[in-house]
Nanobody
Framework: QAQLVESGGGLVQPGGSLTLSCVASSSVSRINGMAWYRQRPGKERELVAR???????DYKDSVKDRFTISRDYEKNTLSMEMRSLKPDDTAVYYC????????????WGQGTQVTVSP
């Protein structure tokens, strides 16, 4: 069964750091790209960072220079290191994958809560 399992969320003080991880099951193959989205309270889900299969990365302006997205191709894992966290980063973070080559199947993780508060 194709699935994404996220971990790494939690409560952190402003200025702190967290690293999110997302493990894709072995049936998630021929990955075209992966991404992290977030949904802040009262807001729509938004793209935070994405990485193509070739390693090209792209970030939301407000997280550039603070967040780093990366992939471990052997372990089929997506990660995102978040530094200098701000209260405005508080959200549920979701892992997303586009896989299956030209079939472009899509899959979402269950979400992990990140709370930035004193």
């Amino acid at each position: 069964q194709a699935q994404l399992v996220e971990s790494g969320g939690g409560l952190v003080q402003p200025g702190g750091s967290l690293t999110l991880s997302c493990v894709a099951s072995s049936s998630v193959s021929r990955i075209n790209g992966m991404a992290w989205y977030r949904q802040r309270p009262g807001k729509e889900r938004e793209l935070v960072a994405r990485i193509s299969d070739s390693g090209f990365t792209d970030y939301k302006d407000s997280v550039k220079d603070r967040f780093t997205i990366s992939r471990d191709y052997e372990k089929n894992t997506l990660s995102m290191e978040m530094r200098s966290l701000k209260p405005d980063d508080t959200a549920v973070y979701y892992c997303y994958v586009d896989y299956g080559g030209t079939w472009h199947h899509t899959l979402w993780g269950q979400g992990t809560q990140v709370t930035v508060s004193p």
